[in-house]
């Protein structure tokens, strides 16, 4: 069955950090591209970052960059968002999902989503 399953959300207070987890079940994480997106409440899904093993490539949003850090462990099949500096407007459920090489705008499989709340 294939699955990506995200974790590592929770509460963390202005300027913490927090790293989610992006696992893979039933097919192998390193013959696609792999994005973050979130989605705050009342407001559009948006792309957060991407890594593609093809080329090595990786791209942030200009609101994540300098503070987030994407990266795969493939023995372990997973992909990482580091996030440090966290700031309120970060507040969202954040997604993994997995697509064709290089990243793009098509995404064949998606996670459930892990909250990620930035409050003191």
């Known amino acids: 069955q294939v699955q990506l399953v995200e974790s590592g959300g929770g509460l963390v207070q202005p300027g913490g950090s927090l790293r989610l987890s992006c696992a893979a079940s039933g097919f192998t994480l390193d013959y696609y591209a792999i994005g973050w997106f979130r989605q705050a409440p009342g407001k559009e899904r948006e792309g957060v970052s991407c890594?593609?093993?093809?080329?090595?490539?990786?791209s942030y949003a200009d609101s994540v960059k300098g503070r987030f850090t994407i990266s795969r462990d493939s023995n372990k099949n997973t992909v990482y968002l580091e996030m440090n500096s966290l700031k309120p407007e970060d507040t969202a459920v954040y997604y993994c999902?997995?697509?064709?090489?290089?990243?793009?705008?098509?995404?064949?499989?998606w996670g459930q989503g892990t909250q990620v709340t930035v409050s003191s």
């Open positions: 999902a997995a697509g064709p090489h290089p990243c793009g705008s098509r995404w064949y499989h």
């Open positions: 890594t593609s093993s093809s080329d090595g490539s990786t």
